[in-house]
């Protein structure tokens, strides 16, 4: 069974970057649906990124132009490079891949990111 195991989180300021890491092991997710996913406490988790299995990527109105979502099949991996950070980014980030839509999706632990205003 695939794990993934998300890293890179962490406290910035306004305005920084931070890239987050999301690596499988296990098997192969170089075709499965791949999203960064964020909660803050008392809210649902909400999609923040995600790449399909042909490479599209999707964003929400939040991300778009901010943060971008990339793949490394040589790493097995899936990465979020956010930039300009807000405090209202501040929250677990969790990365969810699976096979296909007819799939479950394989939930990271999440990574805590704060931004600082």
């Known amino acids: 069974q695939v794990q993934l195991v998300e890293s890179g989180g962490g406290l910035v300021e306004t305005g920084g970057s931070l890239r987050l890491s999301c690596a499988a092991s296990?098997?192969?997710?170089?075709?499965?649906?791949v999203g960064w996913y964020r909660q803050v406490p008392g809210n649902q988790r909400s999609l923040v990124a995600q790449?399909?299995?042909?490479?599209?990527?999707i964003y929400s109105p939040s991300a778009r132009g901010r943060f971008t979502i990339a793949r490394d099949n040589a790493q097995n991996a899936v990465y979020l490079q956010m930039t300009r950070l807000k405090p209202d980014d501040t929250a677990v980030y969790y990365c969810?891949?699976?096979?296909?839509?007819?799939?479950?999706?394989?939930w990271g632990q999440g990574t805590q990111v704060t931004v600082s205003a």
């Open positions: 790449i399909l299995g042909g490479g599209t990527t």
């Open positions: 969810a891949g699976r096979q296909g839509l007819e799939y479950e999706n394989e």
């Open positions: 296990g098997g192969r997710i170089s075709t499965w649906i």
